[in-house]
């Protein structure tokens, strides 16, 4: 790779890259995200390269390993250019007839195409696919169309080029103004104006000043900042450089979380690509603005993700958060000017100076402009990553795109905001995905986590573990965060086993004040969002629980007993697998018996019936 | 597997080396340290403390603060079972159960014969595949409490 030394040298190799790619060659784009790694990508794309090797192919046809488009649901995912032809749940073992019948002969093998489940519509084309057509992926797309390892493909599609904008054509104030005028707000969890944190750091009093890229991405659930990472790590790098040139910064760090390696992985190699490029480094492109990055992992704490425990990680302390009456942005990192803002965040700021502000505004709320990336998860049919415009609501997004909740049970409630968030009920989903909106109703935006809730799960047992997860990740500094969580999670856990008590509501709320109120940090300044929305909106389950000492969900453990319905035929499926040998046959073709004092509530027999004939009450 | 301290030695030396010594790369070195022997024997911490010139207590407190690191020895086999919500709400809980079950040990802890080692992690980012569980690194999805039994088994 050549040092480029001007934008004139970048822009001529964009060309050069464009030119020599021919757009009507076959390209077989294979998703290698996380995601679908964990489906068998891997011997997936050995499958094919082995295939298209053996068969002679290798000159004509291409084969690109992308990033994850966000379809998680359907994966393996594979998607042949130039026809725009997705085929998803692809095996090893179709390999062959993929080359042969579509790459080769052009023809189309229709098993593999994607069916809608609620309409019986086959859809050829990826943008076809009900999931992606109701979303607005500014920033996902390119994913499907980057090879994370080759910075030529980020460049071919107009990569670096925001930057070159900024560097050469704009001074560091009238970047800020751009962003401020786009009101771009943090995509982290605190939905924190953007320009106004830079402005901060901008004017802070204090050399050398740092710029962070926080992929801590703590909230289980959540998992858009790993894909925008995998798949497209120069949209933040690129971010980031625009950032530090306006803020007066030359120097970065990001921040990946242990549990990413892929992520860690592929933003050590844009780093490095990137400043064989000349694009990051030492007089960026001849324009005297230099420009350091450099990675750091994570060691598995939730809390650091805070940006106060994130920065003391950095300096080899323990992750331990500060109180912020002096913010980050005026003494941070080493104690110097640090401006810390989350991949999705950074990966806006291109877009923004490339297509301006005015273009930026048009789409999202008043308030909140712009698309979020949502990730999907729970019981919902399409579960992936999401992109809409600020301003699309909760229904539409479970429904339209998330294709609703599977088999046939009922949609009870979306939990948005990790741990720091709320569970909203279902008659509450016509509301905006909005940062304000979602605040007015107890939950937040957060980092963009949405669990789907069916029937199925009870949202007593959902708060206990949300304080459950939180006790753990404690850091323990301070006295509310540390005790407070403890008992809650004894009350919790007290009515869950059916020890509730009448009092038990109240005293969940007082230590929610305690907490809201004196906690040092956002970690224990949120806790209690998850227990006051379920108690706000699921009082009933509460009651019954601690009244009736009865899970109306069937799930709490204590409070329900697994038992064989009159239906079922004696095929002894689950006597084999219960590790209690609880289950014994009593006659052919009859139903099999039961043992309650045996039965230790596994669900072993649940999970292996085909026939339904296992009730849990 | 534990660790001859003249091996301790060299390796922390080497990853001292090529952190350049540096206070703040504490964290980054303790994990390329436990990817080198295992996992962070009292030995290595030593030297640690020393080459870095870092009270022993700070080093101690960072190591056992984050969860990644481990300071007894790890099992052949690593499970990793995910509780990130997602997976909790699709029945996590009922595999790492029976994980506990069949394998004698609960999460954090060690079997005996140094067989298997089981972790709980916090979302793994794959919520599609949930509940999923982590053996050595391989991922596999969509586990329900009957195959949990056969996968272990492959782990000798």
């Known amino acids: 790779m050549n040092r480029l030394s001007s934008p004139q040298e970048l822009e001529a190799l964009r060309e050069s890259i464009v030119r020599n790619r021919d757009t009507r060659r076959r390209c077989l784009t294979i998703c290698g995200g996380t995601g679908c790694l964990a489906l068998g990508a891997e011997e997936l794309i050995a499958a094919f390269r082995s295939e298209v090797e053996s068969r002679g192919l290798i000159s004509g046809v291409d084969i690109r390993v992308t990033g994850c488009p966000g379809f998680c649901e359907r994966g393996p995912l594979v998607v042949i250019e130039p026809e725009n032809i997705l085929y998803q749940r692809v095996r090893p073992k179709d390999v062959a007839e993929i080359?042969?019948?579509?790459?080769?002969?052009?023809?189309?093998?229709?098993?593999?195409?994607?069916?809608?489940?609620?309409?019986?519509?086959?859809?050829?084309?990826?943008?076809?696919?009900?999931?992606?057509?109701?979303?607005?992926?500014?920033?996902?797309?390119?994913?499907?169309?980057?090879?994370?390892?080759?910075?030529?493909?980020?460049?071919?599609?107009?990569?670096?080029?925001?930057?070159?904008?900024?560097?050469?054509?704009?001074?560091?104030?009238?970047?800020?103004?751009?962003?401020?005028?786009?009101?771009?707000?943090?995509?982290?969890?605190?939905?924190?104006?953007?320009?106004?944190?830079?402005?901060?750091?901008?004017?802070?009093?204090?050399?050398?000043?740092?710029?962070?890229?926080?992929?801590?991405?703590?909230?289980?659930?959540?998992?858009?900042?790993?894909?925008?990472?995998?798949?497209?790590?120069?949209?933040?790098?690129?971010?980031?450089?625009?950032?530090?040139?306006?803020?007066?910064?030359?120097?970065?760090?990001?921040?990946?979380?242990?549990?990413?390696?892929?992520?860690?992985?592929?933003?050590?190699?844009?780093?490095?690509?990137?400043?064989?490029?000349?694009?990051?480094?030492?007089?960026?492109?001849?324009?005297?603005?230099?420009?350091?990055?450099?990675?750091?992992?994570?060691?598995?704490?939730?809390?650091?993700?805070?940006?106060?425990?994130?920065?003391?990680?950095?300096?080899?302390?323990?992750?331990?958060?500060?109180?912020?009456?002096?913010?980050?942005?005026?003494?941070?990192?080493?104690?110097?000017?640090?401006?810390?803002?989350?991949?999705?965040?950074?990966?806006?700021?291109?877009?923004?100076?490339?297509?301006?502000?005015?273009?930026?505004?048009?789409?999202?709320?008043?308030?909140?402009?712009?698309?979020?990336?949502?990730?999907?998860?729970?019981?919902?049919?399409?579960?992936?990553?999401?992109?809409?415009?600020?301003?699309?609501?909760?229904?539409?997004?479970?429904?339209?795109?998330?294709?609703?909740v599977p088999k046939g049970k009922k949609l009870k409630a979306v939990q948005t905001g990790g741990p720091s968030g709320g569970c909203i009920p279902e008659s509450m989903l016509d509301i905006p995905v909005d940062f304000d909106e979602l605040d007015k109703v107890g939950s937040m935006m957060g980092s963009g986590g949405m669990i789907v809730m069916d029937e199925t799960n009870c949202m007593v047992d959902i708060a206990r573990y949300f304080i459950s997860f939180l006790e753990g990740e404690s850091c323990g500094k301070c006295v509310p965060c540390r005790e407070g969580l403890k008992r809650m999670r004894e009350i919790l856990t007290g009515i869950t086993e059916g020890r509730g008590e009448e009092e038990d509501i109240e005293r969940l709320e007082r230590l929610s004040e305690t907490l809201m109120d004196s906690a040092l940090c956002g970690l224990g300044q949120t806790a209690p969002n998850p227990v006051l929305t379920s108690i706000r909106y699921f009082r009933d389950e509460y009651q019954a629980h601690i009244r009736d000492k009865r899970c109306p969900a069937g799930v709490c453990k204590a409070l329900i007993t697994y038992s064989i319905s009159d239906k079922c035929p004696g095929c002894g499926l689950c006597i084999k697998t219960c590790p209690q040998g609880a289950i014994t046959l009593v006659e052919k073709k009859k139903p099999v018996l039961l043992d309650q004092e045996k039965c230790i509530k596994c669900g072993a027999c649940y999970d292996v019936c085909r026939l339904d004939s296992v009730i849990v009450k | 597997m534990t660790a001859g301290l003249e091996h301790v030695r060299e390796a922390v030396g080497a990853i001292l080396e090529r952190y350049q010594h540096d206070r703040g790369s504490l964290v980054a070195i303790l994990q390329d340290t436990q990817a080198e022997l295992g996992y962070l024997a009292r030995e290595a911490l030593v030297e640690i403390s020393t080459g870095l010139d870092v009270p022993m207590s700070r080093v101690y407190g960072v190591a056992t603060f984050f969860r990644a690191f481990s300071l007894t020895p790890r099992g052949?086999?690593?499970?990793?079972?995910?509780?990130?919500?997602?997976?909790?709400?699709?029945?996590?809980?009922?595999?790492?159960?029976?994980?506990?079950?069949?394998?004698?040990?609960?999460?954090?802890?060690?079997s005996e014969d140094l067989r298997f080692s089981l972790e709980t992690v916090n979302c793994v980012g794959a919520c599609a595949l949930g509940p999923i569980m982590i053996v050595d690194g391989k991922y596999s999805g969509e586990i329900t409490v009957d195959k949990v039994k056969p996968l272990l088994s492959m782990y000798k």
């Open chain 1, 99 to 404: 080359v042969s019948e579509t790459i080769v002969s052009g023809k189309i093998i229709d098993r593999l195409l994607y069916v809608d489940p609620n309409t019986g519509q086959k859809a050829v084309h990826e943008s076809e696919v009900p999931f992606y057509k109701k979303q607005l992926r500014l920033l996902l797309a390119d994913n499907s169309r980057i090879d994370p390892n080759n910075v030529n493909d980020y460049i071919a599609l107009g990569g670096y080029s925001a930057l070159v904008k900024a560097i050469f054509k704009m001074s560091p104030v009238e970047v800020l103004e751009e962003v401020r005028k786009a009101n771009l707000r943090g995509r982290g969890g605190g939905g924190f104006a953007t320009a106004r944190k830079w402005q901060t750091t901008r004017d802070a009093e204090g050399e050398p000043k740092y710029v962070i890229c926080n992929c801590d991405e703590g909230d289980p659930g959540a998992f858009m900042d790993r894909s925008l990472m995998e798949g497209n790590p120069h949209s933040a790098i690129e971010g980031m450089l625009i950032g530090a040139y306006a803020i007066g910064s030359n120097e970065g760090f990001i921040y990946v979380r242990n549990e990413y390696p892929l992520a860690v992985l592929h933003a050590e190699t844009a780093i490095r690509q990137a400043e064989e490029c000349g694009l990051l480094g030492d007089n960026i492109l001849g324009s005297g603005f230099s420009c350091r990055i450099s990675i750091n992992r994570g060691g598995g704490a939730f809390v650091c993700g805070e940006s106060t425990a994130l920065m003391a990680s950095l300096e080899g302390k323990v992750g331990e958060p500060r109180a912020k009456y002096i913010h980050t942005s005026e003494k941070g990192l080493w104690e110097k000017p640090t401006n810390l803002n989350n991949v999705e965040t950074w990966a806006n700021v291109p877009l923004i100076i490339n297509k301006g502000a005015d273009w930026y505004r048009q789409i999202g709320t008043e308030n909140s402009k712009g698309t979020k990336i949502f990730s999907l998860v729970g019981k919902v049919n399409n579960t992936g990553l999401v992109e809409v415009p600020m301003g699309m609501t909760l229904r539409e997004i479970v429904t339209d795109i998330g294709g609703g």
């Open chain 2, 76 to 110: 052949r086999h690593t499970v990793n079972v995910c509780l990130g919500t997602a997976c909790h709400v699709r029945g996590a809980v009922r595999i790492l159960e029976t994980i506990e079950r069949e394998t004698g040990i609960k999460a954090g802890e060690t």
